[in-house]
């Protein structure tokens, strides 16, 4: 079986020796930052390096046999399709449609119930995302597939964990990913922050900060119906960086959403790629601090997503114990997210509850297999627009302490908010704290989730109280008028969220792909 490797993308770095690189490594031992072929294709496949830190996708071709890595983030997607007699492998999803490509019933689904797919899977029938080591055979050996997949865990442990200690490994932790981050990077690069009154941003803005950097720009979007608009500024504002606030009303007419530009289009297309919708606020924010000149050409986005994560925000919200196994957690976040007030629903949640993997750790199966595809849709935006993106919370290193973190720390985010006021906002006076939702809070929404996920949708959508804080609702009007037109809702309200909207509108585009493709 011949396999193909088409890479279209421009920004691939390639010696010409069927090897494919993007985004950089760093080593270990020396903190060396690995960006060129020759220094990273001696490296990367070595045991002792098996959980390497940064962000990247690695591509070796040898005879009969192609080798892929790539981190946890999924950054630099590649995906596959077999067929009877070849496998591709690719960066552009599309270039995989046949005429014969099929939507997977199943998984749009899931992908209309829950927002993400899971793991590997695409809306597309035979077409899968690499994952982790990645080994393709022209000649399976005996014994081996065509495809194997290797995920490494690594062996780190935390010993003796009292309080102080776990404190001062948190913390190296912590410094550790943003080391990782900063020598990535050249001193003249602009960093861009988008900044919420939560912690995680507030944490890089003052890692930032530490750093001594000059060249930053800070800005947040939507309304600030519930003050971290407020505390975002006052942070910016301590800190010495460029704020700007974004009210999409304001900064967006509405002759601009009124319709699905064919730029828009063409975002959607390269940020979905048969996994996920676009978050329609960051496309028009980057447009907005483009149009106003705000954006370097070198720029970096520094996103801060699943700090909170990390640090055990889903252990209060699931209301997770201290055994808690890869079912339970899986099965509580479906159980919130997934409709099942019909046969075929109900059907598929079970399944899927049981397809879970149980012998990866709980935080290592929901960090690496579930939220990278919720949070693609926003990280793949600024490439579109040819901006960088860093995620130091998806830190190899950082990962691996979170996941060995005794429960007991995760399940009032203990560790993470003490540390983060401790060692890294008190020193610049941006303790500013946020309002510390009740227990009993978490405890009501859980179970109206729970309850709401088995009534029937045409209920749910009339007695919605849905707040548009991020105004993706209106930004989102050029796609419920074409919605509508096609008949796919039934008028302009008919919607139990924005990313209900932007789902549906992905599937209508993938459609109109296949037929174009095909």
Not at 50 to 73: F, H, N, P, R
Not at 315 to 322: F, I, P, S, V
Not at 378 to 388: I, K, L, M, Q, T
Request: glycine share 6%; proline share 3%; with cysteine.
């Amino acid at each position: 079986m011949k396999i193909e490797v088409n890479i279209l993308g421009k920004d691939w770095k390639t010696n010409g020796k069927r090897i494919y690189f993007r985004g950089y490594i760093v080593q270990k031992d020396s903190g060396k930052v690995l960006k060129d072929i020759d220094d990273v294709k001696d490296y990367i496949f070595d045991d002792y390096h098996k959980s390497l830190e940064g962000e990247y996708t690695y591509i070796e071709e040898q005879e009969g046999v192609v080798c892929i890595k790539t981190d946890a983030t999924k950054l630099y997607p590649l995906w596959y399709r077999v067929f009877a007699d070849k496998i591709v492998i690719t960066d552009d999803i599309y270039s995989l449609v046949t005429e014969d490509t099929k939507i997977d019933k199943t998984q749009r689904k899931i992908f209309e119930q829950n927002g993400a797919l899971l793991g590997d899977e695409t809306l597309f029938k035979d077409i899968k995302r690499v994952e982790g080591i990645m080994v393709f055979y022209e000649n399976p050996i005996e014994n081996y597939t065509n495809i194997v997949k290797d995920n490494p865990d690594s062996s780190f442990y935390i010993a003796s964990p009292t309080d102080e200690t776990i404190e001062k490994e948190f913390c190296k932790a912590i410094d550790r990913a943003f080391d990782v981050m900063f020598s990535s990077l050249s001193v003249e690069q602009q960093i861009v922050i988008p900044l919420s009154g939560g912690y995680d941003s507030r944490l890089i803005a003052c890692q930032v900060k530490k750093r001594g950097w000059k060249n930053v720009l800070a800005y947040t979007m939507g309304k600030d119906i519930e003050g971290e608009q407020n505390i975002a500024r006052e942070v910016a504002n301590k800190l010495g960086f460029k704020f700007v606030q974004i009210d999409f009303e304001k900064v967006v007419s509405q002759g601009e959403v009124d319709s699905v530009s064919s730029d828009l289009k063409k975002c959607i297309d390269f940020v979905g790629q048969g996994q996920n919708f676009e978050w329609l606020a960051d496309y028009y924010a980057i447009k907005y601090l483009r149009s106003m000149e705000l954006l370097d050409d070198s720029a970096v986005f520094v996103p801060g997503f699943c700090g909170d994560v990390n640090g055990g925000s889903y252990h209060r919200k699931l209301m997770l114990g201290c055994e808690t196994s890869v079912f339970d957690l899986f099965e509580k976040l479906i159980a919130l997210r997934f409709e099942r007030s019909n046969p075929f629903n109900l059907f598929l949640y079970f399944k899927l509850c049981f397809s879970v993997n149980d012998t990866w750790n709980s935080m290592k199966y929901f960090m690496e297999q579930y939220l990278p595809n919720k949070i693609l849709n926003a990280c793949r935006v600024p490439f579109y627009f040819g901006y960088e993106v860093r995620l130091p919370f998806f830190n190899r290193y950082f990962l691996e302490f979170c996941y060995k973190l005794p429960v007991k720390y995760l399940k009032k985010r203990i560790v993470y908010n003490e540390v983060l006021m401790k060692y890294y906002f008190e020193p610049y006076d941006v303790c500013f704290k946020k309002k510390e939702t009740p227990k009993s809070t978490y405890i009501k929404q859980y179970f109206k989730s729970y309850v709401k996920a088995l009534l029937p949708r045409c209920l749910c959508v009339r007695n919605k109280k849905y707040v548009d804080t991020v105004q993706e609702i209106y930004l989102a009007t050029g796609m419920r008028k074409e919605l509508v037109s096609k008949g796919l809702m039934k008028d302009m309200d008919d919607y139990l969220s924005a990313n209900e909207v932007m789902s549906k509108y992905l599937l209508t585009r993938i459609k109109e792909r296949i037929a174009k493709e095909g």
